[in-house]
């Protein structure tokens, strides 16, 4: 737990305080000056007696006892103040912004280990170094500003970014966003994001705390307890929304399969996030949206009705939302539309968007919104686009806004785009608490992302029965590296995982002999392949359809001198629709499950989902859904179609192959092979690594 003395000290010293604010020790200790902080302030500067009205200390041995420490000094000399401070003047909370540490050099990184096992050793805790600070209800311990409106019901902001955290606070801050505390990691010597996440859970009050937590991550130390905190939040009513960046650049591992050059790192934290129910963002406007709409009620339902008095912001947020599965349904037809267009001017359209025009009044809105909350049952929930072109004031139409906001079940968001027009009138309308959506397509993006984030997966899930002990007696006796196919052939069959029954042979008469017993002919045609070769088909290693011995020995004798080529994979010719499971072990995520279309498509489209072990039959069959060839599998222009349920559940063997085999570093089923009688996989690799 992080301790009291760092979240609500009773006393708080600024060492390198300074007169100076544009000095990190100077803006520091005017920041906390302030603040909300009813303890007592001390600050030490061997060059001053006095800093800010507030009496100055040579050095932190003259201090007397003191709880909380905000060092704004040279690295150099961090290690010997944290020194006295935890031996002698009882402190336990500590802020370190200064810089020059373990993200400089190794130097640098033994005065950081030094401080932090200073810290450990009293049982204190350590924001940074590095970092901008730390700030809640209590007090504010930084140096960056702006310092937002602290509320115990606002946002608790966690960053590995101090800059970053600049940002996002500012244009949160703009629209009306409240925070109720912001933790700027630094180089989280001691406190990280996870750690922040865990005080969040286990000090978690259904009264008191906050619902929303907002994340700027750079890395994901920790995705095991990011997984299980942030599970936890949200089951207990919180909203999560992130953002991870430096995602873009592919994984480390060599794609010495399919499996291997989809698993990058990016993939892994979408399959992470979406197991944890947390809103992944892409920008700062996005996520502090994101956020903003956690503040309101929550939707219900997707059918949203579009209420404006200008006519291109409606359309383009109905596309918005339209493409993003949700509904904008019409409402032309329905029975109180004729009651409430009698209301309204001439010229106004209540189909859905209900477009009052330029000339619509406060009157005429609280018509719409009433209408919209009693007589039409379709809608769940509504948007409220209202600007100006700056002829006249907003401030009856927005308090109108502000009133029904309250009065209403069925949630309601602004948009007034009109910062500038009416700029007063909107800063009014945050005033009262409220938070404003000035750009309607982010906002219907936001709206499409918080709706569409599943809740998080339970954390003990039933996976399908295989056989362990088979499993591990097949692994225990295998070496390190790509498997022989009758050992992973032993997997498969452990585990319940349909296969192809193959042979693999490496003499002519070998292949002849298969041949003749599985009965080679027009109608049980074979498959020839070489082994060895990654890409087979790239290399012409591959023969379908051989329906004769003399074409088995002929190919045969094409096949076994290809380069790489060690024997021949036959089998007897299977059909349907080529689909791919793979999974890839993550020395952080663990294991990796993806799967979609398959064969050469997984190279072309790469359209594949994937899911962090263990994934169920259940989760599996909905996340097929979102794939984009999903019509693929449900059968289109006469094909026919995958049975999905078998499909899955060999998904979910796959995964439940993986949590008895932990060794195995990687498996590529590529293709299998479905249609409605079965999903059979026609080639496979497993490489382990012990």
């Not at 909380?68 to 103040?81: D, G, M, P, S, V």
């Not at 001439?346 to 007589?375: C, H, K, M, R, W």
């Not at 007063?424 to 499409?448: K, R, S």
């Amino acid at each position: 737990m992080i301790c009291k003395e760092l979240l609500n000290p009773r006393s708080i010293v600024i060492c390198g305080a300074s007169s100076d604010i544009h000095k990190p020790g100077g803006k520091a200790l005017k920041n906390l000056l302030e603040s909300n902080f009813k303890g007592t302030i001390y600050a030490v500067n061997p060059k001053e007696t006095e800093v800010q009205g507030v009496k100055c200390y040579t050095k932190v041995d003259d201090l007397p006892q003191v709880d909380c420490a905000i060092l704004c000094i040279a690295a150099k000399f961090c290690a010997q103040t944290v020194d006295v401070l935890t031996q002698q003047k009882g402190t336990k909370g500590f802020i370190i912004i200064s810089a020059g540490f373990s993200e400089e050099n190794a130097e640098g990184a033994a005065i950081e280990k030094h401080i932090v096992d200073s810290i450990n050793a009293v049982g204190g805790s350590l924001i940074g170094p590095n970092c901008t600070g730390f700030l809640n209800t209590n007090y504010a311990g930084c140096f960056d500003t702006p310092i937002p409106k602290l509320d115990p019901h606002g946002v608790d902001f966690i960053t590995g970014s101090g800059a970053t955290a600049v940002f996002i606070k500012e244009y949160g801050i703009s629209n009306g966003l409240t925070f109720n505390s912001v933790w700027a990691v630094g180089n989280s010597a001691q406190i990280g994001i996870e750690d922040v996440l865990e005080h969040l859970d286990e000090s978690f009050d259904p009264e008191k705390s906050s619902r929303v937590i907002m994340l700027y991550m750079e890395k994901v130390g920790d995705p095991q307890r990011l997984l299980k905190h942030s599970r936890s939040l949200i089951n207990k009513g919180c909203h999560i929304a992130a953002i991870k960046s430096g995602g873009s650049a592919a994984g480390s591992r060599a794609a010495s399969s399919h499996t291997g050059a989809l698993a990058t790192n990016d993939a892994a934290v979408d399959a992470l996030f979406r197991k944890a129910g947390i809103v992944r963002c892409q920008n700062r406007q996005e996520l502090t949206t994101v956020c903003g709409v956690f503040m309101y009620p929550e939707i219900k339902g997707n059918r949203c009705a579009v209420i404006t008095h200008a006519g291109g912001p409606a359309v383009m947020l109905t596309d918005v939302l339209s493409n993003g599965g949700m509904e904008v349904p019409s409402l032309k037809e329905h029975p109180a539309s004729p009651a409430l267009l009698e209301k309204l001017y001439a010229g106004s359209s209540v189909g859905n968007p209900i477009d009052f025009l330029a000339t619509g009044t406060a009157e005429q809105l609280g018509y719409i919104i009433d209408a919209v909350e009693n007589e039409y049952t379709d809608i769940d929930f509504s948007v409220v686009i209202f600007g100006s072109p700056g002829l006249f004031s907003n401030r009856e139409v927005y308090k109108l806004l502000a009133e029904k906001m309250k009065t209403c079940k069925k949630p309601i968001f602004p948009v007034l785009p009109s910062i500038i027009n009416v700029k007063d009138e909107i800063q009014e309308f945050i005033d009262g608490g409220h938070i404003n959506f000035p750009e309607e397509c982010v906002l219907g993006n936001a709206i499409c992302k918080v709706y569409h984030t599943p809740k998080p997966q339970p954390e003990h899930v039933e996976l399908p029965a295989v056989d362990v002990a088979r499993i591990r007696k097949t692994i225990d006796r295998c070496k390190d590296g790509w498997m022989e196919i009758s050992d992973y052939n032993e997997l498969f069959d452990a585990a319940g995982i349909s296969r192809k029954k193959s042979v693999e042979v490496s003499k002519k008469e070998d292949a002849l002999a298969f041949a003749k017993e599985v009965g080679c002919g027009k109608d049980m045609p074979l498959v020839m392949k070489v082994v060895g070769p990654l890409h087979k088909s790239d290399v012409g290693g591959v023969t379908l359809g051989v329906k004769d011995l003399d074409t088995v020995a002929k190919e045969f004798d094409r096949l076994i001198v290809i380069p790489e080529t060690y024997a021949v994979e036959m089998y007897p010719m299977l059909d349907g629709t080529d689909v791919y499971i793979g999974a890839i072990r993550d020395p952080k995520f663990g294991h990796q499950i993806f799967f979609g279309l398959g064969g050469i498509f997984i190279e072309v489209l790469k359209d594949v989902q994937s899911a962090i072990a263990p994934i169920t039959a259940a989760e599996a069959k909905e996340m097929l859904t979102h794939l984009r060839g999903y019509k693929i599998l449900q059968g289109v222009r006469g094909q026919e179609p995958v049975n999905i349920d078998l499909y899955a559940d060999q998904i979910a063997r796959v995964s439940a192959l993986v949590q008895a085999a932990p060794e195995i570093a990687e498996i590529d089923l590529n293709p299998l092979l479905g249609n409605p009688r079965y999903v059979t996989a026609v080639d496979a690799r497993i490489r382990l690594e012990k």
